[in-house]
């Protein structure tokens, strides 16, 4: 089996304005001055920055991904934003099922099995977020949660490029990070499905989202099946992402 490359992914959510954005990424090339990382750089910024930034990022190893999509492909949806618009902004990823999307906003299972499939036929990559309550945790049916999103969101997917992110939602900009075993316990269950669902499901990155952070990024990520991090907070900070990056 060939490894699978680290990925490094930053969810500004709703923060940073253009010219933030912009003092970003050219803060963060300025430190990295050419050196090329093991690991691969994605960065989700707002919509309204991806066309701004698409440039300064292509060819120097940072790839952008928009924070979320319509299902549908275009016509009169007011406030949505189509895959094929990310797309011609310069977005190769789009995050789906955010658990901030799930909760705030009310996405259930069947709409996100409806973008993940709108993104892969719009030919981007979607990264597919899952993750338990406390409450599901603290019950014992972490697991449970976790599998049945998976097999909810991706029932009617077929491409074989697709990222996973696992996002405990107690570990979400709470501080309060999964533990090592946590995650990598989860990990590995999260690759039985992928490998028992997917003839490619071996080759498919999971990330590991919740208060990931530069002081316990490398603990996460020498776990097995962990594929990279997903990272909120500590992604508005160039210094700080690009300290999880050469964790
Ligand atoms: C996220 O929103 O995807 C996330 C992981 O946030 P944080 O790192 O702030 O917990």
Known sequence: MTAI?????????????????QEFIDTLLSMLNGKELSRELLLAPNFTLLQALAPRC????????????????????????????????????VLVGHSERRQIFGER??????KVRAVADGGLVPIFCVGETLEQRQSGEAFEVVISQLHSGLAEFSSSQLIVAYEPVWAIGTGQTA?????????????KFLEAQFTWGERVPILYGGSAKPENAAELLAQPEVNGLLVGGASLDPESFLKIALA
Request: net charge negative; charged share 20%.
């Open 179 to 191: 533990t090592p075993e946590d995650a990598r316990s989860m990990h590995l269950h999260i690759r």
């Open 109 to 114: 299972d069947e709409l996100l099995r409806q």
């Open 5 to 21: 490359p680290q990925i490094i992914a930053g969810n500004w959510k709703m923060n940073l304005t253009l010219s933030q954005g």
């Open 58 to 93: 292509t060819g120097r190893g940072i790839g952008l991904a928009a924070q979320n999509c319509a299902f549908q492909e275009s016509g009169a949806f007011t406030g949505e934003t189509s895959v094929a618009m990310l797309k011609d902004v310069g977005a190769a990823y």
